[in-house]
Structure formats: structure tokens, C-alpha cells
């Protein structure tokens, strides 16, 4: 039994390290308001053309996430909301696969997925970007 609480042990301590590292990053964020001016860089993106990346708001939809406000994390980047819950879906996934002594999950894109994701964010940078896409927009 304790090389069998050891090993798991060590199984899980990757999926732990990952998710140790995103909730201080959320707490960080979450602590240090986006919203008010000098807390952290403009994007240089939007600073130089006055264009919206497809990150532009990601900072303050991770403070509102973190704060349980999803209205309002969807309203500042709806698209860094999904990769939270992807996120979150993958690590979910990977821990209980760790505890049982399964495999790591991988993520195998083809060439197809690849080029749909891409697709998927420059249609959303663009939209956000228009007049009829406003709402998108932090």
C-alpha cells in the first residue's frame, strides 16, 4: 500500500504543479484589479492601431471569472472564458486519469483542428473589431 500512495502521489504531482500555477495566477489577478489604469500594460497592439486583439480584455475576464461575476467575463473576452473551461475540462480529466493510474491525456490536433481554432479566433478578432460586433468587444 505505500509504494501504491507513493506512486499516485507522484502521478498526480504534475496536474497539481499546473494547477497550483493557474490559481495563483488567478489569485494574483483576482487581488490586482485590471480595471484600474497602471496595474498592468496596455496591449501594444491596440496602443499602436487602436485594434482589439483576440486577447484585449483577457486580463479583466479572468478578474471577473475569478470573482464568480461570468456575465462579466464573458462581456470583457468571451473567447479567454471558453479557454478557461477548457482548461479546466482538460485538467479535470488529467487528474482523475493520475488518481486511477491511467495515462496523461493527449491532445492531438490535426491538421484540420488546427486550422478550425485558428479560424475560430481571427473570426472572432475581426468581429469584435466592427461595428455589429461590439459586443464583443471588452
Do not use: K, Q
Not at 489569485?27 to 485594434?51: F, I, M, S
Not at 475576464?61 to 475540462?89: E, I, K, P, R, W
Not at 482538460?90 to 491538421?111: E, Q, S
Amino acid at each position: 500500500m505505500p509504494a501504491e500512495r507513493a506512486s499516485r502521489a507522484r502521478r498526480l504531482a504534475a496536474p497539481a504543479l499546473y494547477l497550483a500555477a493557474a490559481g495563483a495566477a488567478f489569485a494574483y489577478v483576482g487581488a490586482v484589479d485590471p480595471n484600474e489604469p497602471g496595474h498592468y500594460p496596455v496591449c501594444p497592439l491596440l496602443r499602436l492601431t487602436g485594434v482589439l486583439c483576440p486577447g484585449c480584455g483577457g486580463l479583466r475576464s479572468a478578474h471577473a471569472f475569478a470573482h464568480g461575476d461570468l456575465a462579466a467575463a464573458f462581456g470583457s473576452n468571451a473567447l479567454a472564458v471558453v479557454g478557461y473551461f477548457v482548461f479546466a475540462g482538460f485538467m479535470a480529466l488529467w487528474l482523475v486519469r493520475a488518481f486511477r493510474g491511467g495515462p496523461a491525456p493527449r491532445i492531438v490536433l490535426r491538421p484540420a483542428h488546427s486550422w478550425a481554432v485558428g479560424a475560430a479566433v481571427l473570426v472572432f478578432a475581426v468581429v469584435r473589431n466592427l461595428s455589429f460586433g461590439a459586443a464583443l468587444a471588452p
